[in-house]
């Protein structure tokens, strides 16, 4: 009689096996929350999702929440139960420049990392048919002699894009005025009619139009991020140092999740985000949207982002520069 209950209840627990197996994380929809409007950069974060989600098998759709330069997505996850369906992507804007700016109160140390993404180099550009200058180095030459005369956007001010260019400008003892626009469409156009001579260039842009534009600098040092631009020069061709480098002069993002996820679904996700990114499929779609995968795993986090909060601290420094010489020449 006791041999066949044990039986009984082996056949039970083999029978309940599968049941078991499904209660296992993840049971259902994961969330990436994205900062920004759709786009080239939330097509690539889509493409990484759908690999994360074969891996993991359940769905893995992105949430577009832009708002406040990104922080509101951040504050949208950070306000979600911190139990692994839902993560951040995580931009260098929302989660390193705004809190230096104290527009937002956490550090890149409050969010446990998966692993890195993909960067979009940014550029600076000229006219295409512009013979002014054959190169970076001789429009720097020119800015230094006559300081102040020469325009440029970066679209908004004080933004990412100006801090690099800014810093940059200083480096070659450069003044040039940037020139606010609401949005970086408009600044182009302007450069393309003659009105500004250079102006911030994303990578997505010049895709679009990459006979309109003679790229003069690509402000990564990364070799990706040069054949994104068809091989233009970058800044690791210059041969002097402007405190540039690693991941701190272009966008980027780390996919992350709360500090308190547990660390057996954080494993889970970290092993799935690491197979996905290393797919040939990945890779390719990333690289024909001119983006850059990264490679970098979480152990290297700490490290590689505490360099760019570093450098952007003096990014902004040389905002305050560009300003303090501009006001000079008044």
């Known amino acids: 009689m006791f041999t066949s209950l044990k039986k009984a209840t082996a056949v039970a627990l083999i029978t309940l096996c599968p049941l ?24 690539i974060s889509q493409i990484l999702a759908e690999a994360m989600s074969d891996e993991l098998g359940v769905a893995m759709p992105v949430i577009s929440t832009p ?39 956490w550090t890149f140390k409050d969010f446990t990392p998966l692993h890195s993404a993909f960067s979009n180099a940014f550029s600076i550009a000229i006219r295409k048919d512009n013979d002014r200058w054959a190169n970076f180095e001789e429009m720097m030459a020119y800015a230094k002699e006559h300081p102040g005369d020469l325009r440029y956007s970066s679209g908004s001010r004080n933004n990412l894009p100006h801090m690099v260019i800014a810093k940059t400008l200083q480096g070659f003892g450069a003044v040039a005025q940037n020139i606010p626009y609401n949005t970086d469409t408009d600044a182009l156009s302007d450069l ?18 990459p006979d309109a534009y003679k790229v003069i600098l690509v402000l990564s040092d990364l070799e990706g991020a040069k054949q994104s631009f068809d091989g233009a020069p970058s800044i690791a061709d210059l041969g002097i140092d402007l405190g540039l480098s690693g991941l701190a002069p272009m966008g980027w993002n780390w996919w992350l999740v709360h500090s308190d996820t547990p660390p057996e679904r954080v494993e889970v996700l970290r092993k799935a985000m690491a197979t996905a990114m290393a797919r040939d499929d990945v890779q390719q779609g990333i690289k024909r949207l001119g983006f850059v995968p990264l490679q970098w795993d979480w152990d290297q986090y700490d490290e590689i982002v505490s360099k760019v909060h570093d450098q952007l601290g003096e990014m902004g420094n040389a905002l305050k520069w560009e300003e303090e010489q501009l006001s000079k020449l008044k």
């Open 20 to 43: 078991v197996a499904k209660a296992e994380y993840p049971e259902r929809t994961i969330e990436l929350v994205y900062p920004w409007s759709s786009g080239a950069a939330m097509s």
């Open 67 to 105: 708002g406040a330069a990104g922080t509101k997505a951040f504050l949208t996850a950070m306000n979600r139960p911190a139990d692994g369906y839902t993560m951040i992507d995580g931009y260098v804007a929302p989660l390193v420049l705004q809190p230096l700016l104290g527009n937002a109160d």
């Open 192 to 209: 393309r009619a003659g009105v500004l001579d250079f102006a911030f260039l994303g990578v997505g842009e010049y895709h679009k139009m």
